[in-house]
């Protein structure tokens, strides 16, 4: 798996969250051994600490995220003030509220530390204010600081992956091969960044190379299990994802991939089976809501929508328990996603309003309540298209489209041509609804049945299958988009 899928429930908060902590050596202090020539420094005044760091740091590169943390907090234990601590609990916290926690912590330490760790804390404040441009900066900073040091390499590529820019992220993961051919989670992100462009040949390499460098670590198997999953092959990669659990029975990321794998097979009660056991086996409430929000997704997936919205209403209350205000905007958000779907848009804009006030009303940053305000004018856009309201679907396509060109927010100008898109699917203007569509999300499964729709409605019947059977086929782990539109793809599909 790779760490981005971690984050991708809380994205109505656009988390742009990449890779994990960096540097390999630390500021000298009495006692303590040099730092190593070239690399970001590591600041602590406990070498108990440090040692926990790396420690953690090696786990949680390897997705081991619930182990990690012990280690992270043992670190902070020995040294209260150690920011790479905070800053790399906060990656692999199970909750949204761990995560804002612990950054806050780090981010009041970064004026404490070397210039390379805080460049990278404050890269992550920035992805998680939805400020990816920013983000970017910040981490080309880093590199440029410390050109030798490959995890600077590495997050820097991380940065631009999130952004899709896939070729600038597999030239920063090269140079990070450069630098250390044997550094493990490189072939990860490497396989990863080849798949959006097709590239399956050089993924796969990538993920070999992953396993034959830590064959006893469970995720290089889960990697390359949904690399096979991505191409069809669901047998073959149900039985890697099984030698990964057969590693670590508590790798939760490989019973989301088994039951991904059983849905696309049309085997939806063996995949409720899979989100079972990772339920009944969850260490913490990122396990727990990891196995329902798959749940929610198979239930969507069959056109249950009821069953869905309680698996979520099922996660709301988790996070309510605890106050994760950002996981209950995420999971209202998710509420409106599946009622607008059902065409219940008064109750899909009281989730989307409910989703924006949470975040309006707490004490997350202003840049974040900042972001859900604009983020509101693409869900209130999509809910007066869906009414047949298009003067008002057009005001808001159009200050939706002009806040996220202001900030450069390469995933939100996505979604605004995705809305505009709609937009003009609707009105049947459909060479624009292609053109606008071409520069939306095309790992988003419904965009490319919204192209397949704009292709019939040309009456490019090539085209249109081509489509249609890219949006049945693409094969993820789960989400909700394509579960909204796989089966009804397939059918055009197949009548095309």
């Not at 983000?135 to 440029?144: D, F, I, N, P, R």
């Not at 039985?239 to 989301?256: E, G, Q, T, V, W």
């Amino acid at each position: 798996m790779h760490a981005a899928y971690r984050w991708s429930r809380w994205s109505v908060v656009s988390l742009f969250l990449v890779g994990t902590a960096a540097g390999c050596s630390r500021e000298r202090s009495e006692g303590m051994p040099p730092q190593s020539a070239g690399k970001i420094p590591i600041t602590t005044s406990s070498e108990t600490a440090r040692q926990e760091y790396l420690t953690g740091r090696t786990l949680a590169e390897n997705l081991k995220a619930y182990d990690s943390r012990q280690h992270f907090e043992q670190a902070i234990k020995d040294d209260s003030t150690f920011a790479l601590a905070y800053y790399s609990l906060a990656l692999n916290s199970a909750t949204a509220k761990g995560f804002f926690d612990n950054l806050h912590r780090a981010v009041a330490l970064a004026d404490r530390v070397s210039e390379g760790e805080r460049l990278m804390i404050l890269g992550l404040q920035a992805g998680a204010n939805a400020d990816p441009q920013t983000q970017t900066t910040y981490l080309e900073q880093l590199v440029a600081k410390y050109p030798q040091d490959e995890r600077a390499h590495f997050l820097l590529g991380g940065s631009y992956a999130g952004r899709q820019h896939y070729a600038k992220a597999v030239d920063e993961y090269q140079k990070t091969v450069a630098i250390a051919p044997d550094f493990p989670p490189v072939y990860n992100s490497l396989g990863y960044n080849y798949r959006p462009t097709g590239n399956y040949a050089e993924a796969e390499k990538a993920f070999k190379k992953y396993i034959e460098l830590i064959p006893g670590d469970p995720n290089p198997y889960d990697s390359y299990a949904e690399l096979l999953m991505k191409t069809r092959r669901f047998e073959e990669s149900i039985d890697m994802y099984r030698k990964a659990l057969a590693i670590d029975p508590h790798f939760f990321n490989s019973y989301i991939g088994i039951a991904a794998d059983f849905m696309y097979l049309g085997k939806h009660d063996s995949a409720m089976a899979e989100t079972g056991r990772l339920l009944d086996g969850a260490r913490s409430d990122g396990e727990r809501r990891a196995a329902m929000f798959t749940t929610t997704v198979i239930y969507t997936d069959q056109g249950k929508f009821d069953l869905a919205l309680k698996e979520l209403e099922k996660q709301y209350a988790m996070g309510a328990q605890i106050g994760d205000t950002a996981a209950m905007s995420g999971d209202a958000f998710s509420m409106g996603e599946i009622l607008l779907e059902a065409g219940k848009t008064a109750e899909a804009l009281r989730r989307y309003d409910q989703s924006r006030d949470l975040l309006l009303a707490s004490s997350l940053s202003q840049d974040i309540k900042d972001n859900a305000t604009l983020n509101h004018h693409f869900n209130l856009g999509r809910v007066a298209l869906r009414r047949n309201n298009l003067a008002t679907a057009k005001s808001e396509a159009e200050a939706f489209m002009t806040g996220a060109t202001a900030k450069h927010n390469d995933f939100q100008i996505r979604q605004a041509h995705e809305l505009q898109g709609m937009i003009a699917l609707q009105e049947k203007d459909y060479d624009k609804a292609l053109a606008e569509l071409g520069q939306a999300n095309q790992q988003n499964g419904y965009n490319l049945y919204r192209m397949g729709l704009a292709y019939a409605g040309k009456k490019d019947t090539g085209k249109q299958q081509e489509m249609f059977s890219k949006a049945a086929n693409l094969n993820n782990l789960p989400t909700l988009n394509e579960a909204f539109v796989r089966t009804k793809a397939q059918k055009q599909a197949n009548t095309a």
